[in-house]
């Protein structure tokens, strides 16, 4: 168990609608990281916050987006949703100064499908 | 662009052989950090190893060891007399440090199956 949890574990939806993924990070860990695990595109970082604010931007789309809050925690929200937007989400943490090579501690991933 | 390449998509070994997982990575950067992670059937991922560029020394781990030769672009990953639950697919992954705040890039994986 890695500390980070992450909520829910499955979520099937239909295409066009909306959904909200939940991320706690480790005990301390200032810094959230969003991935998204497909088959054909393998593990893609999106997106970083770091205290609260965003860190780094990666392969994100402009229907998703993500913010972390005060008690640290993360959302990633996914909007007018597609059936090539089914994949694993992880959310990682890290400690230190939020740095990529840090080493980041994923979380047990949210299994998206869109039918 | 930093670029991590696992060549073996999918290895099958007979339970107590040994077998070696490849890595070999693309930088520019003389600074950089490498790690392996493991996803077992379960789908979490887990952190194996981080090693800096700086630090060549072999690691060894219980049955797990790494091979880090900057020489050739290598960091390979060896399972001693593999087990029924090393099943899993292994990520090795590169982070650049010069260029700033750039994000983990993970290789493709290789897909390990040990029989019984």
């Known amino acids: 168990d890695s500390g980070v949890t992450q909520t829910p574990k499955h979520l099937i939806t239909a295409t066009g609608q909306r959904v909200t993924l939940r991320c706690s990070p480790r005990?301390?860990?200032?810094?959230v990281y969003w991935y998204q695990q497909s088959l054909d595109q393998g593990l893609q970082f999106l997106i970083q916050?770091?205290?609260?604010?965003?860190?780094a931007k990666g392969n994100i789309l402009e229907r998703f987006s993500a913010q972390q809050f005060p008690d640290l925690h993360s959302e990633l929200n996914l909007s007018s949703l597609e059936l090539g937007d089914s994949a694993l989400y992880f959310c990682?943490?890290?400690?230190?100064?939020?740095?990529?090579?840090?080493?980041?501690?994923f979380g047990p991933g949210t299994r998206l499908t869109v039918l | 662009a930093q670029k991590v390449t696992q060549a073996q998509t999918e290895i099958s070994v007979v339970e107590k052989e040994d077998v070696t997982l490849d890595c070999v990575y693309e930088?520019?950067?003389?600074?950089?950090?490498l790690f392996w992670y493991k996803q077992p059937p379960s789908g979490e991922l887990v952190f194996l190893i981080r090693?800096?560029?700086?630090?060549?020394q072999n690691e060894i781990s219980g049955r797990y060891s790494w091979n880090f030769q900057k020489s050739t672009s290598s960091f390979n990953f060896t399972i001693t007399a593999s087990q029924v639950v090393d099943s899993a697919v292994y990520f090795c992954?590169?982070?650049?440090?010069?260029?700033?705040?750039?994000?983990?890039?993970f290789g493709k994986g290789t897909r390990l199956s040990v029989i019984a």
């Open positions: 090693r800096n560029s700086f630090d060549e």
């Open positions: 992954a590169l982070s650049e440090v010069g260029s700033g705040n750039t994000p983990l890039v």
């Open positions: 005990s301390g860990d200032l810094s």
């Open positions: 916050y770091y205290n609260g604010e965003e860190r």
């Open positions: 990682a943490s890290s400690d230190r100064q939020g740095l990529s090579t840090d080493t980041q501690y």
């Open positions: 930088t520019r950067d003389t600074t950089y950090y």
